[in-house]
């Protein structure tokens, strides 16, 4: 099947994805009636729906599922160039430890209002983004001195002691704040509940800044994949493309967990399934991740809002519970494909 065909399908299955996320709920809205309260509301076009199901749509539903679509395909990307630059399937940064860096950050920000001149609400992601970028050096500068070879377990072992550490504070900084211990660990454990537009607003310049110089470096990485030696004969500085990939990540990632919370394991699953529909080529596999991302968020998120309606379970709990095994999954069957060879 043509790549382009292939694009085609996995854009009319999230569109129909994305009706599905804003149709199911707590109370099911007939997927006409969704339809034509977003043409209503996007292209002017008159249509009769009662009021009540146009505010639930365009109020409630329609700007959560547009987050969690816009987080999932960030994550999804941020997981892809991790997976590329560290040469190791098993990365990403909820395995690495990005997460649990900019979970602090954002948790700081929570706990003592701190606000930058001038930009006000940016503080939230901006702080995701400084102190996911932090962790994510510091770990493969740890990894670097005790392993020259900079193995997949060295890796993943310094990422997930980080997290621990990390963890840790955030939770001590927590308790000693037992007036805001409900907000914070529910948002620690992720959640789309009660966002509004404005989240997306805050998320879209760090997803749109890291997107365009991904798929801007999308040769180099291709080039990196053959080797440091080989990409170096080409003419790629590949420790500055490897910085500025990695601080285009981190950002998508910091932004996310900022406004979302601690969202793991879509970062790993998306990048994974969408080499095996595309091919490793970065310009295709990347923004197949980003589709598949933003459709596995969409359906985590409904089933974290349905199955126990009308209670919510936290997404993140919903992806780790799916992306467990398929961890397992990958690095297991890496260990028998390379017992094999």
Same mark, same amino acid.
């Given at each position: 099947?043509?790549?382009?065909?292939?694009?085609?399908?996995?854009?009319?299955?999230?569109?129909?994805?994305?009706?599905?996320?804003?149709?199911?709920?707590?109370?099911?809205?007939?997927?006409k009636?969704?339809?034509?309260?977003?043409?209503?509301?996007?292209?002017?076009?008159?249509?009769?729906?009662?009021?009540?199901?146009?505010?639930? =749509?365009?109020?409630?539903?329609?700007?959560? +599922?547009? @987050?969690?679509? %816009?987080? *999932?395909? !960030? $994550?999804?990307?941020? &997981?892809?160039?991790?997976?590329?630059?560290?040469?190791?399937?098993?990365?990403?940064?909820?395995?690495?430890? =990005?997460?649990?860096?900019?979970?602090?950050? +954002?948790? @700081?920000?929570? %706990?003592? *209002?701190? !606000? $930058?001149?001038?930009? &006000?609400?940016?503080?939230?992601?901006?702080?995701?983004?400084?102190?996911?970028?932090?962790?994510?050096?510091m =770990?493969?500068?740890?990894?670097?001195?005790?392993?020259?070879s900079?193995?997949?377990?060295?890796?993943? $072992?310094?990422?997930?002691?980080?997290?621990?550490?990390?963890?840790?504070?955030?939770?001590?900084?927590?308790?000693?704040?037992?007036?805001?211990?409900?907000?914070?660990?529910?948002?620690?454990?992720?959640?789309?509940?009660?966002?509004?537009?404005?989240?997306?607003?805050?998320?879209?310049?760090?997803?749109?800044?890291?997107?365009?110089?991904?798929?801007?470096?999308?040769?180099?990485?291709?080039?990196?994949?053959?080797?440091?030696?080989?990409?170096?004969?080409?003419?790629?500085?590949?420790?500055?493309?490897?910085?500025?990939?990695?601080?285009?990540?981190?950002?998508?990632?910091?932004?996310?967990?900022?406004?979302?919370?601690?969202?793991?394991?879509?970062?790993?699953?998306?990048?994974?399934?969408?080499?095996?529909?595309?091919?490793?080529?970065?310009?295709?596999?990347?923004p197949?991740?980003?589709?598949?991302g933003?459709?596995?968020?969409?359906v985590?998120?409904?089933?974290?809002r349905?199955?126990?309606?009308?209670?919510?379970?936290?997404?993140?709990?919903?992806?780790?519970?799916?992306?467990?095994?398929?961890?397992?999954?990958?690095?297991?069957g890496?260990?028998?494909?390379?017992?094999?060879?």
């Amino acid at each position: 099947m043509k790549l382009r065909v292939k694009f085609i399908i996995a854009c009319a299955a999230a569109f129909l994805i994305l009706l599905a996320g804003v149709s199911l709920g707590s109370s099911n809205i007939p997927l006409k009636d969704t339809a034509g309260t977003l043409l209503e509301k996007l292209f002017g076009l008159p249509a009769k729906t009662e009021s009540r199901i146009v505010t639930i =749509v365009w109020n409630l539903r329609f700007p959560r +599922a547009i @987050l969690a679509f %816009l987080a *999932g395909g !960030a $994550l999804a990307i941020s &997981g892809g160039v991790f997976q590329s630059v560290l040469k190791n399937p098993l990365a990403s940064p909820f395995i690495i430890g =990005v997460s649990s860096g900019a979970s602090l950050g +954002a948790g @700081l920000v929570m %706990l003592t *209002g701190f !606000a $930058l001149p001038f930009i &006000g609400a940016f503080t939230l992601p901006l702080s995701g983004f400084f102190f996911g970028l932090l962790t994510v050096f510091m =770990v493969i500068g740890f990894s670097s001195r005790l392993d020259k070879s900079m193995s997949n377990n060295t890796i993943i $072992l310094f990422g997930m002691v980080f997290s621990l550490f990390i963890n840790a504070i955030l939770t001590t900084l927590t308790a000693l704040n037992r007036e805001e211990l409900r907000n914070l660990l529910y948002w620690q454990m992720g959640t789309f509940s009660m966002k509004d537009w404005t989240y997306s607003g805050l998320l879209l310049p760090f997803l749109a800044a890291g997107c365009a110089a991904v798929i801007l470096y999308s040769r180099e990485m291709d080039i990196l994949s053959f080797g440091e030696e080989e990409a170096q004969s080409m003419g790629v500085n590949a420790v500055r493309v490897r910085r500025t990939l990695l601080a285009c990540a981190a950002a998508m990632t910091g932004a996310c967990v900022a406004l979302c919370g601690v969202i793991g394991f879509v970062d790993l699953i998306a990048p994974h399934l969408a080499r095996r529909i595309t091919g490793s080529r970065h310009c295709y596999s990347l923004p197949m991740a980003f589709i598949i991302g933003g459709s596995l968020m969409v359906v985590t998120d409904l089933i974290a809002r349905t199955i126990v309606s009308p209670s919510e379970l936290p997404v993140g709990a919903v992806t780790a519970l799916i992306g467990g095994p398929f961890f397992a999954w990958v690095y297991f069957g890496k260990r028998r494909s390379g017992a094999g060879a």
